[in-house]
Protein backbone atom coordinates (compact mmCIF):
# COMPACT_ATOMS: atom_id res chain seq x y z
CA UNK A 1 0.00 0.00 0.00
CA UNK A 2 1.68 3.40 -1.33
CA UNK A 3 2.78 5.75 2.26
CA UNK A 4 0.47 8.19 1.12
CA UNK A 5 -2.87 5.77 1.43
CA UNK A 6 -1.20 4.97 4.57
CA UNK A 7 -1.22 8.45 5.68
CA UNK A 8 -4.56 9.68 4.49
CA UNK A 9 -5.87 6.68 6.50
CA UNK A 10 -4.08 7.90 9.60
CA UNK A 11 -5.39 11.58 8.88
CA UNK A 12 -9.26 10.79 8.67
CA UNK A 13 -9.12 8.76 11.51
CA UNK A 14 -7.65 11.58 14.14
CA UNK A 15 -9.61 14.29 12.31
CA UNK A 16 -12.80 13.46 14.33
CA UNK A 17 -13.16 12.98 18.38
CA UNK A 18 -15.48 11.33 20.47
CA UNK A 19 -17.12 13.82 22.89
CA UNK A 20 -18.40 11.11 25.43
CA UNK A 21 -21.85 11.10 24.66
CA UNK A 22 -21.75 9.40 21.48
CA UNK A 23 -21.55 12.43 19.36
CA UNK A 24 -18.44 12.57 17.16
CA UNK A 25 -17.00 15.78 16.56
CA UNK A 26 -14.71 17.45 13.77
CA UNK A 27 -11.18 18.13 15.05
CA UNK A 28 -10.99 22.39 14.24
CA UNK A 29 -8.59 22.68 10.91
CA UNK A 30 -5.80 24.19 12.95
CA UNK A 31 -6.30 20.71 14.71
CA UNK A 32 -6.22 18.80 11.13
CA UNK A 33 -2.60 20.96 10.16
CA UNK A 34 -1.09 19.35 13.06
CA UNK A 35 -2.54 16.22 12.48
CA UNK A 36 -1.27 16.14 8.84
CA UNK A 37 2.60 17.88 10.14
CA UNK A 38 2.93 15.36 13.19
CA UNK A 39 1.90 12.07 10.53
CA UNK A 40 4.48 13.60 7.65
CA UNK A 41 7.21 13.89 10.14
CA UNK A 42 6.73 10.93 11.37
CA UNK A 43 6.71 9.32 8.31
CA UNK A 44 9.82 11.06 7.16
CA UNK A 45 11.50 9.90 10.66
CA UNK A 46 10.87 6.59 9.86
CA UNK A 47 12.37 7.27 5.66
CA UNK A 48 15.59 8.50 7.00
CA UNK A 49 15.98 5.60 10.01
CA UNK A 50 15.60 3.07 6.88
CA UNK A 51 17.36 4.54 4.23
CA UNK A 52 19.79 1.87 2.88
CA UNK A 53 21.57 4.67 0.92
CA UNK A 54 24.20 6.39 2.61
CA UNK A 55 25.53 8.43 -0.51
CA UNK A 56 21.20 9.87 0.16
CA UNK A 57 20.44 12.61 2.23
CA UNK A 58 17.02 11.57 2.97
CA UNK A 59 15.33 14.83 4.27
CA UNK A 60 16.82 16.68 1.02
CA UNK A 61 14.80 13.58 -1.24
CA UNK A 62 11.72 13.91 0.77
CA UNK A 63 11.73 18.26 0.36
CA UNK A 64 12.47 17.74 -3.09
CA UNK A 65 9.01 15.22 -3.40
CA UNK A 66 7.30 17.51 -1.27
CA UNK A 67 7.70 20.68 -3.27
CA UNK A 68 7.78 19.08 -6.67
CA UNK A 69 4.29 17.43 -5.00
CA UNK A 70 2.52 21.08 -3.78
CA UNK A 71 3.45 22.28 -7.11
CA UNK A 72 1.71 19.68 -9.02
CA UNK A 73 -1.36 20.73 -6.76
CA UNK A 74 -1.24 23.99 -7.86
CA UNK A 75 0.58 25.91 -4.80
CA UNK A 76 2.86 28.50 -6.53
CA UNK A 77 6.72 28.06 -6.06
CA UNK A 78 6.05 32.20 -4.90
CA UNK A 79 3.54 30.41 -2.03
CA UNK A 80 6.11 27.06 -1.46
CA UNK A 81 8.90 29.36 -1.03
CA UNK A 82 7.45 31.85 1.39
CA UNK A 83 5.84 28.79 3.55
CA UNK A 84 9.11 27.24 3.41
CA UNK A 85 11.01 30.44 4.21
CA UNK A 86 8.82 31.52 6.84
CA UNK A 87 8.97 28.33 9.01
CA UNK A 88 12.29 28.16 9.18
CA UNK A 89 12.59 32.18 10.62
CA UNK A 90 10.20 30.56 13.41
CA UNK A 91 12.28 27.66 14.12
CA UNK A 92 14.95 29.08 16.14
CA UNK A 93 12.27 30.34 18.78
CA UNK A 94 11.16 27.40 18.95
CA UNK A 95 13.90 25.38 19.46
CA UNK A 96 15.53 27.57 22.07
CA UNK A 97 19.18 27.05 20.88
CA UNK A 98 18.94 23.32 20.17
CA UNK A 99 20.35 22.87 16.95
CA UNK A 100 18.10 19.31 16.76
CA UNK A 101 15.94 18.13 19.59
CA UNK A 102 17.78 16.75 23.07
CA UNK A 103 21.05 18.44 21.37
CA UNK A 104 22.39 21.02 24.10
CA UNK A 105 24.84 23.71 23.02
Same mark, same amino acid.
Given at each position: ?15 ? /?? =? ?12 ? *? ?7 ? &? =? *???? %? %? ?12 ? @? /????? &? ?10 ? $?? @? ?5 ? =? ?8 ? $???? %??
Amino acid at each position: MPLSTLISRQLETSWF /SN =SGDGMVEEIPWEGR *CLDAATVFA &E =S *CRQL %K %KENPYPEIDALQNI @A /SALVT &ELWDRFFSQTEI $RS @AFEEALA =SLPRYAAGED $RRGD %KR
